[in-house]
């Protein structure tokens, strides 16, 4: 089964970027899909992006959209998050997930990380 562990969080002030990475272990990382969630104080898990083994396959959150892009370098066994023009409401701590499926990623299912803190000041 595919590990997967973030990295790249921080503070940042309102309007800026940051990038997270997502590095996974296995021998088959191509084959998964990849998703990034996030978790704010007080509120449930929401999901942020999510990008198909094949690429072919790319989903985003209504509040990101146009702000945010998921990537991945397979060759790395990495997938990326950019996250430009951050608002406070980004603030939150963001998880990696990975599964067989687009659709499991979307459904929750699949392996995690143990998420890394965006802090957005305003």
């Known amino acids: 089964q595919v590990q997967v562990a973030e990295s790249g969080g921080g503070l940042v002030q309102a309007g800026g970027s940051l990038r997270l990475s997502c590095a996974a272990s296995?021998?088959?990382?191509?084959?998964?899909?990849m998703g990034w969630f996030r978790q704010a104080p007080g509120k449930e898990r929401e999901f942020v992006a999510a990008?198909?083994?094949?690429?072919?396959?790319?989903s985003y959150a209504g509040s990101v959209k146009g702000r945010f892009t998921i990537s991945r370098d397979n060759a790395k066994n990495t997938v990326y998050l950019q996250m430009n023009s951050l608002k406070p409401e980004d603030t939150a701590v963001y998880y990696c997930?990975?599964?067989?499926?687009?659709?499991?990623?979307?459904?929750?299912?699949?392996?995690w990380g143990q998420g890394t803190q965006v802090s957005v000041s305003s």
């Open positions: 997930a990975a599964a067989g499926t687009l659709a499991a990623v979307l459904a929750g299912g699949g392996t």
């Open positions: 296995g021998r088959t990382f191509s084959r998964y899909a």
């Open positions: 990008i198909s083994g094949s690429d072919s396959g790319i």
